[in-house]
């Protein structure tokens, strides 16, 4: 690259440029050991590639390693360090205010499972990258939304797949995708098919919790057997958010999806990006973006009161029983306080009553999203650290 920007400064005629030429032939006439004059044209050329660029994409191109500095000992280590904090700090300071959020949760995970999936554009394949990331995904999402339930649909030859039922157990889900010969990727995507039935999934829940479809899509094509845009509408209308992650290039009618439901789209630049765009999805969203977009006539849906049981735990001695959920002679497990029957995880809903089952830890977690924790001055934290060794110690 330098050899072209430096061709492209001695043909241009801008006043700046001329003393840019007075500075180059200077460095130039110059020993090349001239260490100084050498970082000063550095820093020229930096500003000159931002006031005039050679090509439109040099607009995007940050030099992050002209950022990364030594510190006295040489070492780096202070610097990422640095970088590291900072993309955290940033994550902590994005939602900053109180924001109506849903925290009963509902997920359609729609895997791209085409023949586009084995592009190896993607290390080691878009496929199995993207089961990995859908892996730390799902991990990282029940770990933020303990009150919500992932289902997984697959989208291959044509067909939208039921690949694991709608579940709040984050350990069920995982195994829905574990075994990646099951999820082989074969033929066309069909995006119609894919959120119909993911639609039909999410038609039977109550009002009070999020409908959300998100979309792992590496194809530039979809094989639909109908009208898309009707399928679209009636998302629109049972308030299905739809967020897209596209790892080839953007789609027309993807962006269109999400701009109308209100959910998100990326277009996945590299691996890293990927899992950023992935990521950005774990926090539940905001309720507004939704009502917005929909334009009804309330702006704000009304708050209503909600139904939930809190389960006693049964001791490990117990004597065993079945359970209700999966049938199995069990010791351990949780009785619903309503009509006592046994389930064996919690948050779920009761089988036998339909009334929600959740643990108070799980509430708590869920509840931090509603009222975010003010970001912390770090030098506070420092002094309560201090003070806190100093009270154990005795000083
Ligand atoms: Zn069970
Ligand atoms: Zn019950």
């Not at 586009?116 to 995904?137: C, G, H, I, N, V």
């Not at 029940?142 to 009150?147: A, E, R, S, T, Y």
């Not at 069909?190 to 998100?214: D, F, G, K, V, Y």
């Not at 619903?336 to 995880?345: G, Q, T």
Request: net charge neutral; hydrophobic share 35%; aromatic share 6%.
């Amino acid at each position: 690259m330098p050899p072209k920007k430096d061709d492209h400064m001695e043909i241009d005629s801008d006043s700046d440029i001329s003393i840019d030429l007075e500075h180059t032939s200077k460095s130039k006439g110059k020993s090349k050991a001239s260490k100084s004059s050498e970082k000063r044209k550095a820093d020229k050329g930096k500003s000159k590639a931002k006031d005039t660029q050679a090509y439109t994409w040099e607009a995007s191109f940050a030099r992050s390693w002209e950022t990364v500095q030594e510190d006295e000992a040489g070492s780096l280590q202070t610097s990422v360090e640095d970088l590291m904090a900072r993309g955290r700090r940033r994550r902590l300071l994005a939602p900053a205010s109180a924001i109506r959020r849903t925290i009963i949760r509902h997920l359609v995970l729609i895997l791209d499972l085409s023949a586009s999936m084995t592009d190896r554009d993607m290390r080691p394949t878009r496929f199995d990258l993207m089961l990995q990331y859908a892996r730390e995904f799902i991990t990282e999402w029940f770990d933020q939304n303990p009150l919500g339930q992932i289902g997984v649909v697959g989208m291959r030859a044509g067909l939208g797949e039921r690949v694991g039922e709608m579940s709040g157990n984050p350990q069920e889900v995982l195994k829905s995708i574990a075994d990646r010969h099951k999820l082989e990727p074969t033929g066309e995507p069909s995006l119609q098919n894919a959120i119909e039935m993911a639609r039909s999934s999410m038609s039977h829940l109550p009002t009070h919790s999020s409908r959300e479809i998100l979309i792992i899509y590496g194809s530039l094509t979809t094989c639909d057997p109908g009208n898309i845009h009707e399928t679209l509408s009636s998302c629109v209308s049972s308030k299905i958010r739809i967020s897209v992650v596209a790892l080839a290039a953007e789609m027309k009618i993807c962006r269109e999806m999400c701009d109308k439901t209100g959910g998100q789209f990326g277009v996945a630049m590299n691996e890293g990006h990927f899992k950023d765009l992935l990521f950005e999805l774990v926090p539940p969203p905001a309720q507004r973006a939704v009502t917005r977009t929909n334009g009804g006539g309330s702006n704000n849906p009304a708050a209503d009161l909600m139904m939930m049981g809190f389960p006693t735990r049964l001791p490990d001695a117990s004597p065993p029983s079945l359970c209700v959920c999966h049938s199995e002679m069990k010791s351990q497990g949780f009785l619903c306080p309503r009509c006592l029957s046994k389930v064996c995880d919690v948050p779920t809903d009761c089988d036998i009553c339909g009334l929600m089952i959740v643990s108070s830890p799980h509430l708590a977690r869920s509840y931090h999203h509603l009222f975010p924790v003010k970001p912390y001055d770090a030098v506070w934290v420092l002094f309560c650290l201090f003070r806190e060794c100093a009270l154990l110690t005795g000083l």
